[in-house]
């Protein structure tokens, strides 16, 4: 249906890029006394090789599964890529995930090989075979000994196979989506669908056609991370070094000198808010610097968006971007050409501010049944505040019959080669979301403006109606909150209610600061049960909605609590998703006490 542009499968990816790029360096960990140590694309190719060996020694040939429970390292690449090779399929999991969930996973998609990254993990995993007929073998990646991924790539290096090559539609890798409710759903993406998406991806960037060198902050176990880094990288010849974990950004950072980045907003809003509270606690010289910067470089694009130049404009800027926003990049590794960034919609001022001091940040659009990517703003014809255009050989239709009469916008349905084929096992829930011409539902609102950039507007399951009949789109006002200087997280729930509440988590590192300054506890239990601090925060968040909004959305009470939404305590899901239901559960009587 599609014509495919070579390489159209996985296999051949990872050894084109081996081949060319031979002695390049691929991948960068860090040791134990802080440095990167480097492979290169030989040096992975040649463990990809013995691990396939391994692997068909331990019973995998085409159509098997092999599971991996790791972060992101070398291991996890070499047993995906030698997983390949077998003709076999490849099912990523988080270490950060409910041993319940591997079970259920580890069985749904009949993993006969599971590799695990530590010791920990093979504690909670090891009785797995006795419920599940297919695991045969559970091999350990930080271990030398009998049962260790090193003890099977020796194996393989004894008994070396030849690569399989397989077609475009053949399953390469199992996503499985952790959705809000239910168990996860098993996405099967093929060969074709991973390697098209990459293919149109990277023709959004052609400056970053040669070479680059990315900081891994994603998980590849999700399909934005595995497609847009990863198999971007092995494409170009570039380099990834691991993140060693989200304390260590900064330092992580200015080690590996990034090119470009593969992120999520919420990392660069943290920097941003970072910057404001780094001012404000300053204040004096470097706040007025910050603030001249800033308001010229503002002005400085407003008139160049009319053609127009400023002797003094350009001169303030100028100061302001050598004593203060050199010194920005400086801390990002001073390389940073752009960034990609998805899952959420960037706040359109925070995108402006990083445009302006010279770090682009491009807003992408995908979802994991898309292999993911729909939309890109690129760096030759981008929009703040929209998600881009549909990339090569996507098509995107605005499905106006599952929302209200007269609406602007609609479901958006997707075709393409990216489209998965399936969801594992699931037959019920495919045909609730492929249409029958062969799109995917996305679950997402969306409109296109004149000049065919799509706007996400919200998502059809999370709105709902006040008692008003009014509709509310619960995560836009969320971003907003969460951009407050004070404020960490929120949700907001208001569903056939009179009105909205908002479930307020402050940041209390910024808040700890307040609190020595106007001789407050510093304590976030006791912090929230001042009237003073949670008026203070109320009305910047009320401020900040205000004339945005409609006054029936924005939240008339609010609940404090000192707990973070986090994928431990099961209010998150592992792409950073509110699990709404969760919350409400958690805290029901909290919330019916604003109503009564």
Known sequence: MYELEKPDNLVDLFERGVEKFPHNPLFGTKNDKGVYEWLTYEDVGRRVDKLRGGLATAGIGKGDAVGIIANNRTEWAVAAFATYGLGA????????????????????????????????????????????????????????????????????????????????????????????TGDPKGVLLSHGNMTSNSH?????????????????????????????????????????????SVKTIGEDMAKIRPTWLIAVPRVFNKIYDGL?????????????????????????????????????????????????????????????????????????????????????????????????????????????????????????????????????????????????????????????????????????????????????????KEQYKLENGKFVFPAALEEDIRLITYVENAMVYGENRPYNVCIVIPDFLVLKKYAEKNNLPKEPESLIKEKVVTDMITAEITKSLTGKYGGYEIPKKYIYITENFTLENGTLTQTMKLKRRTVVNKYKELIEAQYT
């Open 276 to 460: 404001w509270a780094k001012m404000n606690e300053e204040g004096g010289l470097p706040k007025k610097l910050f603030v001249m910067g800033v308001e010229a470089a503002r002005k400085k694009r407003e008139l160049a968006e009319a053609g127009k130049s400023n002797f003094m404009t350009n001169l303030k800027f100028a100061i302001a971007d050598r004593i203060v926003f050199q010194k920005i990049r400086d801390r990002l590794g001073g390389r940073l050409e752009g960034v990609m960034t998805a899952s959420a919609a960037m706040n359109v001022e925070i995108g402006h501010f990083f445009f302006d001091i010279g770090i682009p940040i491009f807003d992408c659009y995908g979802m994991t049944e898309t292999s993911p990517a729909i939309t890109m703003n690129r760096s030759d014809d981008y929009r703040l505040g929209s998600v881009g255009k549909p990339v090569e050989k996507v098509k995107v239709v605005i499905d106006k019959s599952v929302v209200e009469e007269g609406a602007e916008d609609g479901e958006v349905i997707v075709y393409g080669p990216n489209v998965m084929k399936g969801y594992n096992n699931k037959p019920e829930e495919t045909k609730e979301t492929m249409t029958a011409d062969g799109g995917v539902r996305t679950g997402d609102r969306g409109r296109f403006d004149e000049d065919g950039f799509l706007y996400i507007t919200g998502r059809i």
């Open 200 to 244: 149109a991806g990277r023709k959004c960037y052609p400056e970053i056609a040669d070479g680059g060198v990315s900081l891994s902050i994603l998980p590849w176990a999700h399909s934005y991370g595995m497609t847009a880094e990863l198999h971007t990288i092995l494409y170009i010849g570039g380099s990834v070094g691991f993140m060693e």
């Open 89 to 180: 399929r490849f099912i990523p999991m988080y270490e950060a995930e409910l041993a319940q969930v591997w079970k259920y996973i580890v069985g749904d998609s009949s993993v006969k090989v599971l590799f695990v990254a530590r010791e920990e993990i093979l504690d909670k995993v090891r009785d797995f075979p006795k419920d599940i007929p297919t695991l045969e073998k559970i091999y350990l990646i930080e271990s030398e000994g009998e049962n260790s991924m090193t003890a099977l790539e020796k194996l393989g290096a004894e008994n070396p196979v030849s690569s399989y090559h397989p077609d475009p539609d053949e399953i390469a890798v199992l996503i499985y989506t952790s959705g809000t």
